[in-house]
């Protein structure tokens, strides 16, 4: 059964061949047999040349197990490799928060001006890694520093907000502490209803979830160039009841996004993909992770400005 996937980049790798070669004609080994190595018969009884003498291919004898051909690009890929890769990538992205967060505070023009650029850079990066299935650590290690500077500068943003506004709990960490947490229990939930399949990653699952992504951010862009134009744009990203409705829209889908990103890892390992592949399923973790983090910050900064003493 030949395994599918919803990433286009190891839909690719799966089709070129990647994968560890079982003898399988779909992994792209020839089968049993192949040109160039014509069996003959032995009139003695010897066994032709490459067949085993004892076992035959499909019937192996008590006690023997052949043991399974390496990929074509290196060894498999397995689950340590992706967390490994995982929490390079998002290690990566705290040293950089927390070096931009705290110059944000004693410098907030300067945190502006790297929260837009971690914005724009990550933006433009991202794209390219994800156009060109990149697998380079070097990229996706910077894209994760540009995640860092934008991740620091706008959870400094939002809390020096608070605090300008004269609202209780607007200090350092008030807003930052409860997104972490918060983001750590909605992952492990997701990862919880994945693995015991109380959350199933279909096809049907997949479409409807990359639907409604797309459409939000579609929605969003919509709202960002209404805001040069109006104050405030239509109000999707205010601290008001339809922010609070979006805000909540986009962490169900964001956690979606996350149950499809541990079946992509699934898809990987069962495929046998080379190793190298941990680095494009780690760049997807941090890319859901990140996302799934600053819609959590915006929440409770809208309940904080909502409810504000």
């Not at 650029?117 to 990066?125: C, E, N, T």
């Not at 500077?149 to 807003?175: D, N, P, R, Y």
């Amino acid at each position: 059964m030949r395994m599918r996937s919803s990433n286009p980049v190891l839909k690719r790798a799966m089709k070129s061949g990647q994968g560890v070669g079982y003898g399988q004609p779909q992994y792209g080994q020839q089968p049993y047999g192949q040109p160039g190595y014509q069996q003959t018969y032995d009139p003695y009884g010897q066994q032709p040349y490459g067949q085993q003498a004892y076992g035959q291919p499909g019937h192996p004898q008590p006690g023997y197990q052949q043991p399974p051909m390496a990929p074509a690009g290196g060894r498999p890929v397995t689950v340590d490799d992706v967390v490994m890769r995982t929490g390079f990538t998002l290690g990566t992205v705290v040293v950089f928060a927390v070096l931009t967060y705290f110059l944000s505070w004693s410098n907030p023009g300067l945190g502006v001006g790297l929260t837009f650029a971690g914005a724009l850079g990550g933006l433009v990066l991202g794209l390219v890694i994800g156009f060109k299935g990149s697998t380079n650590p070097a990229l996706i290690l910077t894209y994760a520093a540009l995640e860092g500077l934008l991740v620091g500068g706008f959870s400094a943003i939002l809390e020096m907000q608070l605090a300008a506004s004269g609202v209780s709990g607007g200090e350092k960490g008030s807003l930052v502490l409860p997104a972490v947490m918060g983001t750590l229990f909605v992952a492990g939930t997701m990862l919880a209803l994945y693995k015991f399949k109380v959350i199933r990653v279909t096809n049907t699952f997949i479409k409807v979830v990359s639907a409604a992504a797309i459409g939000f951010l579609a929605l969003i862009l919509v709202n960002f160039v209404a805001s040069f134009f109006i104050d405030g744009g239509l109000g999707l990203r205010a601290a008001s009841p339809l922010g609070l409705i979006v805000s909540l829209v986009a962490i169900l889908i964001a956690a979606a996004v996350l149950a499809i990103d541990f079946k992509q890892v699934d898809d990987a390992i069962a495929a046998g993909l080379p190793e190298k592949f941990s680095w494009q399923l780690a760049f997807g973790l941090t890319v859901t992770l990140v996302w799934l983090y600053i819609e959590i910050l915006r929440l409770i900064w809208i309940l904080k400005s909502i409810f504000a003493e």
